[in-house]
């Protein structure tokens, strides 16, 4: 009687298993998630704390390069494939110098989300 107990709870975790019936996988997103909006609104000549205001505290601040900050952004969904975002701006002294926008894509979340 256990054996068939026992084959018979295998073969329906089996088939279970074969037809889609799988665990919930959570959507992951890690970084600094930014509105395309916002980032248009970056002008050169803003100062660090203009910059804070919009975008929030980047994600990376290196040590040895204060004047580069890299906000990055991943996304992946529970099923599907991870898409990443990533904006790099260089300041001297207090001011936007320049604005590196080209690891930036407007559809990182938004194609992935009903």
């Given at each position: 009687m256990r054996k068939i107990l026992i084959t018979t709870l295998v073969l329906v975790g089996l088939a279970l298993s074969s037809h889609g019936c799988s665990a919930y996988r959570i959507d992951i997103r890690q970084g600094n998630m930014l509105e395309p909006e916002v980032v248009d609104s970056l002008r050169v000549g803003m100062t660090k704390q203009q910059v804070t205001?919009?975008?929030?505290?980047?994600?990376?601040?290196?040590?040895?390069?204060p004047n580069r900050w890299d906000y990055a952004y991943t996304f992946k969904p529970g099923r599907g494939k991870m898409t990443r975002q990533h904006l790099t701006l260089f300041f001297e002294g207090d001011e936007l110098v320049k604005i590196d926008r080209s690891g930036f894509t407007a559809t990182a979340e938004k194609s992935q989300t009903p």
């Open positions: 205001f919009l975008l929030g505290t980047p994600l990376v601040q290196d040590p040895f390069h």
